[in-house]
């Protein structure tokens, strides 16, 4: 019997996840890493899988081009704001995301930014590099982590993780706000409260929520104009769950002390956005999961998706 046919988007994927996949299936890999839609769905039609990196919009559209044969999908990320979940399985496809193996690494950005946010890492090194250092005792002070408040929007695995993470740097208080008070929260003693309540109380708001139609737009002026003026924001969550604009005012203003972003709407930012000029903004490039062991991880287990589903047995993520 011939391998089941499966489509993969580009050829910089960790080799571990692409050499899982041809044991069992054969693979067209699109040269590169820019293939347009394109060119994927040029590609795609006689695919029983695809398997993807990237932000490949899986939408209807994309689903009739690539007619009957197409049994499964996995995307290389656990977010999944860019697939049609819905319809992906209402025409009874399989469909897999990357959960799990990235909560540590994610984790860890979420607290380098927060540190760099609270003690102005870039603002530092700005000064350094333009030699305005100052050694003057009320120069350049930062937040403290030891007796804060924490707020955490979205009190997931990742958000769990983080929150585990600070721990040792003696947080006050854990509070957290989603749909409906966890379990998981008795672990660090987190306190479930309404956004407003947190917004008011935190002195670190996090956001670890993903962008669903709840979380669209969430933080916006008037979630900026209810946090503490000594309040760091950081999102590792998704870019739109901000609205930009909303979040540059608040900088800008000094309505709040500081940001630290791994996601940002849109991205990538473009070089020349006003954001990218602020002293109280640490930002990096949605890198939150780029560490080899865990972009390595996250490929094995997407393959693993993709085979177990061509087999018939469960995927080991499915959504
Ligand atoms: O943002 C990263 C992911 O969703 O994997």
């Not at 030699?131 to 120069?139: H, L, M, R, T």
């Not at 695995?157 to 749909?179: D, K, Q, S």
Request: charge should be neutral.
């Amino acid at each position: 019997m011939s391998k089941p046919k499966v489509l993969v988007n580009r050829d910089d994927i960790p080799t571990a996840g692409l050499d899982l996949l041809r044991t069992k299936c054969k693979l067209t890999i699109l040269p590169g890493s820019n293939s347009t839609r394109e060119e994927i769905l040029r590609a795609i039609p006689g695919h029983d899988g695809f398997y993807f990196f990237g932000h490949v919009n899986v939408n209807t559209d994309f689903l009739d081009i690539a007619g009957p044969s197409l049994k499964v999908i996995s995307t290389i990320s656990a977010g999944f704001d860019h697939l049609d979940v819905p319809e992906i399985k209402r025409r009874g496809i399989k469909v897999g995301h990357t959960p799990i193996v990235l909560n540590a690494a994610v984790a860890e950005i979420a607290v380098m930014l927060l540190l760099n946010a609270a003690r102005r890492a870039h603002e530092s090194r700005s000064l350094l590099e333009r030699g305005k250092v100052e050694a003057k005792p009320q120069w350049l002070l930062g937040q403290d982590i030891r007796g804060s408040t924490v707020g955490i929007v979205g009190l997931g695995m990742i958000g769990l993780a983080i929150a585990n993470r600070l721990v040792p740097f003696e947080v006050g208080r854990f509070l957290y706000t989603g749909h409906a008070p966890k379990k998981s929260a008795d672990e660090i003693g987190a306190e479930f409260v309404s956004l407003d309540d947190l917004l008011e109380l935190s002195d670190f708001v996090i956001v670890a929520t993903p962008l669903t139609i709840e979380t669209h737009g969430l933080f916006d002026d008037a979630a900026f104009d209810k946090m503490k003026k000594t309040a760091v924001f950081i999102n590792i969550g998704r870019g739109a769950v901000v609205k930009t604009d909303a979040l540059l005012r608040a900088l800008k203003e000094k309505k709040i002390f500081a940001a630290g972003l791994d996601v940002v709407d849109p991205e990538p930012l473009p070089k020349d956005h006003e954001l990218l000029t602020l002293p109280n903004l640490e930002i990096v490039p949605h890198i939150g999961s780029a560490t080899i062991k865990t972009r390595r991880d996250m490929a094995i287990v997407a393959a693993q998706n993709i085979t177990n589903a061509l087999e018939g047995k469960p995927l080991v993520y499915p959504l």
